[in-house]
């Protein structure tokens, strides 16, 4: 919202106003959404929620009163919001204990449902609790359904009754070796809800395919998910005990009803591929790109029918020489291209920061190949551990794990050219954050 729709007598008020609390009316009561980021207090594993509200003239970032909030939960990873806006769900990791027999079990985990106020303070609402259990937990919100990925799915040692995710054999419960532990583990696995939007009140789906179990099953050892036109991905580091090594698994997502569709074209190999950390692409399901931590490339595939892919020509991309360890990517619509942003927890080669940074391609409109500007990377915080864009497409952010920040660029549309702010770019925000996300609803 702009002054220029205010007249003389409005913009008389709004100057008393400001003068009566001492803030900035301009960058106070006009906000583009709000900005939730979770972290664990540091040598701690309480876990926190940083809230902040974002101006939509500058992308200047103002704490919401009463923040940080608590997750009602240990070690949150992951916070997604609504679509409309008026509740956030965390994910809280939990606390982890190994027996002597290498089963895994957590306290403090599961996801937490917060409703969001006026002022964007949240308040928790209730938690859920998905099937699985596993050191990897992704959080994904499609439509009016929640998706929890988890590392290992629940499972029948053989010859008992007892649940558990290690075994000293190999089975068709237990099909993946876990070198580490010298066990084998239950493959990995998908929990779904519908979420209704006046309550916030979580249904669990069961798997209309398999019986009715509550989980969705997918490859070995899962480490990311995404979800764009109607396909849910999962990328899974898989075993050569279940011989599904750096393979994506996917699923046909039912819009009416939420339930996933197992497709005759999965699990899909990623050639070359040594140590896929991250899956993602544009929420219209064009590009499906992947980062190979290990390799520091992308994988770039155009989704097909049945959630098919197709490597585009010249994939895998070299990420930028300069940069390491690729955590996270966005995909970015300009006014008239593509682009795609990649958040390096280090830079490397000739830079000389300390500080993370972000790689930047134009995505060709054509051949849908990757040519890196000639102006990337551009710095940001240390450690980005996520890369966003605010609802108006105006500002792009990262979260920073080892910096404790949020740090802001201005975007510019034409160019995917990233400046610094007009205000301080960087944000202090809760210790040791591990993910955000920018919620639509605004006062």
């Known amino acids: 919202m702009k002054f220029r729709n205010f007249g003389q007598a409005s913009l008389a008020i709004l100057a008393t106003l400001a003068a009566t609390i001492g803030v900035s009316a301009c960058k106070q009561n006009y906000s583009t959404g709000y900005f939730y980021v979770t972290g664990v207090k540091t040598a701690t594993t309480s876990g926190e929620i940083g809230a902040f509200k974002v101006n939509s003239t500058d992308g200047a970032l103002f704490q919401v009163p009463g923040q940080p909030f608590s997750s009602d939960g240990s070690n949150p990873i992951r916070v997604i919001a609504d679509q409309t806006g008026r509740y956030i769900f965390v994910l809280n990791h939990g606390v982890k204990s190994t027996s002597g027999s290498g089963n895994i079990t957590y306290t403090g985990n599961g996801i937490a449902v917060f409703s969001v106020g006026g002022d964007g303070a949240v308040s928790f609402q209730q938690g859920y609790s998905a099937s699985g259990t596993g050191d990897i937990r992704i959080l994904e919100y499609e439509g009016s359904y929640v998706y929890v990925l988890d590392e290992y799915a629940p499972a029948v040692l053989p010859g008992t009754q007892t649940i558990a995710n290690a075994s000293p054999t190999k089975s068709a419960a ?36 398999l019986n009715g179990i509550t989980y969705f099953p997918v490859g070995c050892f899962p480490v990311d998910m995404h979800i764009a036109g109607n396909v849910l991905y999962t990328m899974d580091a898989g075993s050569s005990s279940n011989g599904d090594i750096e393979t994506v698994f996917p699923y046909l ?30 929420t219209a399901g064009n590009y499906v790109f992947m980062l190979d931590g290990s390799t520091n490339e992308i994988y770039a595939y155009e989704p097909g ?77 240390s450690g980005p551990i996520t890369i966003l864009m605010d609802p108006t497409n105006q500002f792009i952010y990262t979260v920073d794990h080892v910096g404790g920040t949020i740090t802001g660029r201005l975007y510019n549309p034409n160019t995917g050219v990233l400046t610094d702010l007009h205000v301080v770019s960087t944000l202090k925000t809760v210790d040791l954050p591990t993910w955000g996300v920018i919620d639509s609803h605004t006062d």
Do not use: H, W
Request: charged share 10%; hydrophobic share 35%; aromatic share 8%.
């Open 174 to 209: 237990f099909p993946c070796y876990d070198s580490a532990d010298k066990v084998y583990r239950p493959v990995g696995a998908v929990t779904a809800f519908q979420v209704n939007s006046n309550t916030g009140i979580f249904t669990l789906l069961q798997n209309a395919q």
């Open 253 to 282: 997502v039912s819009a009416g009803t939420g339930q996933l569709t197992l497709t005759t074209n999965g699990p899909i190999s990623v050639p070359g591929a040594v140590a896929i950390n991250t899956i993602s692409g544009d």
């Open 305 to 381: 029918n049945n959630g098919s892919l197709t490597a585009i020509n010249g994939s895998p991309f070299k990420n930028d020489p300069n940069v390491a360890d690729p955590d996270a990517l966005m995909v970015s619509s300009g006014s008239s291209q593509r682009f795609l942003y990649v958040a390096n927890a280090q830079s490397s080669g000739s830079l000389t920061s300390s500080n993370g940074e972000i790689s930047f391609f134009t995505i060709d409109p054509t051949t849908k190949t990757l040519a890196e500007d000639a102006g990337s990377p551009f710095g940001t915080g």
